[in-house]
């Protein structure tokens, strides 16, 4: 960028709004969710078109819509002043600094559709077991509540439904203690346990993690305050929400555990396909070998500006002009 500016390589970004219905309500430790909003943003760039996404997820994120549409237009205004991602929101974090990556020449080549990415599925409460559900190495069950007996019984209707090649990993939501967990393992085939992800609500507990269990564990939302001069015995993989901690710890935390020789798994918040493409194109750029955590776009019921590259689907494609426009940025 010769002139200094950190768009130089811009000719132009327009925004647009979505308020998409989602398939079913789904679950979340936020409550209900059937309905997804956010703002998509077209890059008009040497590179040619280029979308990014914000849309914070309400208590995951505090900003709103429209707080992020004041932001982008204070930040993407400033040309000459580079704004730094890890002082921005994290859903503005990735509207701006998921195209600045995919700008910078080191990054030059984008992902594809035969990307060496694999995707862990996703199965809700309630959901069935489709085929398409079956093509994936491994499925993500949210368990339902603290009952032992219920989450028992549905891990082990799943063992016996699913082929033995299909792992399990166990999404706890930080709501377990170490005795209930015990008593959880000791009644389901463990083996087909991948890894059990964020059973306890603090980082301590995980500390003595192998005395008390053979299953290992993933951090969820305690992987941004995971360091690396940590230790944890046990740890199987690092589940970095981007959403959740901004793009630019995101970045700091995928190095830091692969350097450490962690797995790194991406987790969408059931962001749309223009999001899920910019993990896809991560998740190759970073080489994770881990199955990704990026199978939400099932509860979509349209794509918007873009096809997902990971997920061959048959839904519509709702164009970015056919959205509700909310101005020119640049």
Known sequence: MDSGHWLDSVQRIDSWYYDEALTVPIATRFG?????????????????????????????????????????????????????????????????????????????????????????????????????????????VKLSGLSIQDNSQRIRDLCDRLPPTIALRLDCAGQWNRQQLQQLLATIPTERIDYIEDPFSQLSDYSEWSAYFDVPFALDDMADKWQPDWALSGLAALVVIPLAMGLARACEQITAATDQQIPVVLSSVYESSVQLNFYAWLAQRCHLSAAQGLDTAQYWQNDIGERPLLVANNRPLIQTDDLEYRGRLL
């Open 32 to 140: 209900p969710l059937s309905r997804r909003q956010g703002l998509i943003l077209r890059w008009e760039t040497d590179k040619g078109i280029l979308h990014s996404e914000a849309a914070p997820f309400p208590g995951l994120n505090a900003d709103t819509v429209d707080h992020c549409a004041v932001a982008l237009g204070i930040h993407i205004g400033r040309t000459k002043q580079r704004p730094q991602l890890s002082q921005l929101t994290p859903a503005v974090s990735l509207a701006i600094g998921s195209v600045l990556m995919q700008l910078d020449p080191v990054n030059a080549h984008p992902v594809t559709q035969t990307a060496p990415i694999t995707v862990c599925g996703l199965l809700s409460e309630n959901s069935p077991i489709t085929d398409a559900l079956l093509q994936h190495p491994c499925i993500k």
